[in-house]
């Protein structure tokens, strides 16, 4: 997986991250607040999106492996079962792929753990040097 890839998802996540933070602040429905469901779901889809781009950071300078393609893989994942899955139910009353939310957030465990391990493995650019 490239390094712009990671990069490119990281930052449109984070911007649709505050364009619809600052939408759900004036929809009808949530005229009582933002529920705390949909707050999780932005919070999380923020701190995921600075984590692909973390991702990406690292891909161009210590050069891509399948651990750090599989993180930000399951970073991606992660965000799609997870947050936006949580807006469909808050905005549309989606429950159909409900029982995806967990699996979402299992892909972000997943995906820190396996971060984790790919940065204590060598990198393919630290073996030439």
Request: charged share 5%; hydrophobic share 60%; net charge positive.
């Amino acid at each position: 997986m490239p390094a712009s890839f990671f990069w490119i998802f990281g930052a449109l996540s984070a911007c649709l991250s505050v364009v619809l933070s600052a939408a759900f602040a004036h929809l009808p429905q949530f005229a009582g607040g933002v529920p705390p469901m949909v707050q999780t779901a932005l919070n999380q889809q923020q701190l995921h999106a600075l984590g692909v781009m973390l991702l990406g950071f690292v891909v161009s300078v210590r050069g891509t492996s399948r651990w750090w393609a599989a993180a930000g893989s399951l970073m991606v994942v992660g965000t799609l079962l997870f947050s936006f899955n949580l807006y469909a139910r808050a905005l549309l009353g989606f429950e159909g792929l409900r029982a995806l939310v967990p699996w979402g957030g299992g892909a972000w465990i997943l995906a820190w753990v396996l971060a984790a391990v790919a940065f204590v493995r060598p990198s393919p650019r630290a073996k030439g040097l």
